[in-house]
């Protein structure tokens, strides 16, 4: 299973930052972010989340790589996302079932943001906030075009 981690407080805000989610914000409001963030460690071929599970989290590669696939096909991944990526976004936004299995690559340090959390950040933080919750529309608009172009349509 996974164990906390306590890397030092400079050293996360500073991995935090170099992800697209968190880009923009100073190292004073990554401080606060981070503290609303929950630190895990996943060793090679460890379940992050399965497919159909209740999405309640969004996941930042802090190091490591994880990779995304369907259910028993972790040999023919999705994706796989390496350090400042971030995946399970939807799950702040609702409560719906993953739609892939996400699984460590390798031994893989992940800063967890629950819904909850994400919900209090809101409330005492709400620039900040909204700063990730704007990240989060841009990159889910830049995900959706991809695919409608993927799929010949223009966008």
Do not use: W
């Amino acid at each position: 299973m996974f164990g906390f981690l306590r890397p030092a407080e400079s050293a996360m805000s500073n991995r935090l930052g170099r992800s697209a989610l968190f880009a923009g914000l100073s190292l004073g409001e990554l401080k606060i972010v981070e503290g609303f963030m929950h630190d895990r460690r996943y060793l090679a071929g460890e379940v992050v989340f399965d497919e159909r599970e209740e999405g309640q989290a969004l996941y930042v590669i802090a190091s490591g790589s994880v990779l995304i696939c369907r259910q028993g096909q972790a040999d023919r991944p999705i994706a796989r996302l390496g350090s400042g990526d971030f995946f399970g976004e939807l799950a702040l936004l609702d409560d719906s079932p993953r739609s892939a299995q996400a699984r460590a690559a390798d031994t893989t340090e992940i800063a967890v943001l629950f819904r909850g959390d994400f919900e209090r950040l809101l409330q005492s933080h709400a620039h900040i906030a909204s700063h990730i919750a704007i990240a989060l529309a841009r990159h889910l608009g830049q995900r959706l075009r991809l695919m409608v172009a993927g799929n010949g349509a223009t966008g």
